[in-house]
């Protein structure tokens, strides 16, 4: 199974479900879906390793409309209270941790801030009692989107599954390269200060010479707090 790119640099989902639980009994994605109270889950299965922005187009809604979407590369983990995270080596520009919250409150494009890597499967649950209408989700790409099929080299043998393995992963090894310019800072800087979205420290070999000292700053926190 191949993921598509609807253009270059988007990643869309090869095949969808729809209920009140994750699910693998999907069917072809064909883009415009809706949730409600009803069938309040949707599994998006996007055939191979992925990274980058989660990216919803709203069409309509109605009442409150907040989302949870999971992420993992593998469908067992969706089941979890945190997917298959957090990670504990992420730094920067990932999203740390695999479960997110949304807010909808107008149409149009909803798009997290943070890069998420590694993934496969998502999960987007309606949490309020309004309904939610989507014309277009995937990922901004923050990697290649090229193909399995369009990789340089290529392996086939007289065992399919072998086959399919090699296939998903000659994708996850391209999925660890980034070309320069694609990963944006996450820190916005103006004359009013600078804004930090909450991430870890990154982590360096470098530190082991590091002695101790004192860091000095004033902060105004926008929303939960300063740690």
């Known amino acids: 199974m191949h993921s598509r790119s609807i253009d270059d640099g988007f990643f869309e989902p090869t095949a969808i479900a729809i209920g009140d639980s994750p699910s693998l009994k999907t069917r072809n994605y064909d883009g415009q879906f809706s949730l409600n109270k009803f069938n309040e889950i949707a599994t998006l299965d996007y055939g191979y390793e992925i990274g980058g922005y989660q990216h919803f187009e709203v069409a309509s809604f109605t009442g409150s409309v907040q989302l949870e979407v999971r992420y993992s590369e593998g469908f067992w983990a969706l089941g979890f209270n945190y997917s298959d995270g957090p990670f504990t080596f992420a730094s920067g520009l990932t999203n740390a941790f695999r479960v997110e919250t949304f807010e909808v409150s107008q149409t149009g494009v909803t798009e997290a801030f943070l890069i998420q890597g590694g993934l496969r499967w998502t999960t987007v649950r309606l949490l309020t009692p309004g309904t939610v209408t989507f014309s277009k989700v995937g990922f901004r790409a ?8 369009s990789l340089p080299g290529s392996f086939e043998c007289s065992n399919n599954v072998y086959n399919e393995i090699w296939k998903l992963g000659a994708r996850a090894a391209t999925a660890a390269c980034v070309d320069n310019g694609t990963q944006p800072s996450t820190w916005e800087v103006s004359d009013s200060g ?3 979205q909450g991430q870890l ?18 902060s105004k926190i926008l929303r939960g707090g300063t740690g």
């Not at 923050?142 to 099929?149: E, F, K, L, N, R």
């Not at 420290?201 to 004033?218: E, I, Q, R």
């Open 142 to 149: 923050s990697i290649s989107t090229v193909g399995v099929g």
């Open 194 to 196: 600078t804004t930090m």
């Open 201 to 218: 420290f990154a982590y360096s070999s470098l530190s082991d010479g590091f002695a101790n000292y004192t860091l000095t700053f004033d």
